[in-house]
């Protein structure tokens, strides 16, 4: 499939620059969803001749915008329109609540749901380490494609909790039906490579790299509710947080 093309206007009079005036234009019809996600966009060489302008103004212009992550740039696959990212807070939300509040529809396929005893999961959910600990893996997705792998271990009394549940709405939302309200969570974001099952269930191909977090939530009186490690796409999810000064 050819890129398709993208009116754009020069104007060699404007105080703008010209790569910035290209760059905001195409970043525009991206917004707009004149390109959408996984569309090859036109090479270097082409928009230089179609638009009359130097190479190095439209390599600039195109850098720009995958420093913006609209655009990814893949060796032997060309350059192509990013998939949506998922811009998360770093509050206490979930994967589900986030895609719901950027318009999107998420879908989740549980693909493991078994009582096993893991003594790191137990240790945190500070229980003995032979405790039998609902275990589920669900894959994470929206706009046809995967964008995380998420991992979560669950005190025995929520081993009733059923894979229809968990593939209809949110981890904290079955949670919250059942009167437990996460209040408080420690989380710790990192990076790494993918392993080989994440990596098929990601769809990834090379050497890219997932963001992790791994997250304790506790309920308000300090009890443990559950215990997760996710991994996401690092080209389709950001984490959003704020800093200030006390």
Known sequence: MG???????????S???LYHQVAEQLSAAVADGRLQPGDPF???VALAQRLGLSRPTVRRAIQEMVDQGLLV??????????NRKVHRRA?????FDDLRREGRTPVTTVVRHELVADERAASALDLEPDTPLLLVVRVRGADGHPIAVMTNWLPPQHADITREELEDTGLYAVLRGRGVRPAV?????GARMPTSVER?????????????????????????VEF???????????????????
Request: hydrophobic fraction near 35%; include cysteine.
């Open 3 to 13: 890129a398709h093309l993208v009116s754009v206007e020069i104007d060699r009079e």
């Open 91 to 95: 509050e206490l939300t979930s994967l």
């Open 228 to 246: 997760g490690d996710h991994c996401y796409r690092a080209e389709d999810y950001s984490i959003d947080i704020m800093v200030d000064e006390r």
């Open 42 to 44: 036109e090479n270097e």
């Open 15 to 17: 105080p703008v620059p």
């Open 185 to 189: 969570a420690r989380q710790t974001i």
């Open 73 to 82: 740039r893949r060796r032997g696959l060309g350059t192509h329109v990013a």
């Open 200 to 224: 098929r269930h990601l769809g990834l191909r090379g050497q890219q790299p997932v963001l992790t977090m791994t997250r304790m939530a506790f309920d308000a009186s300090g009890r443990a």
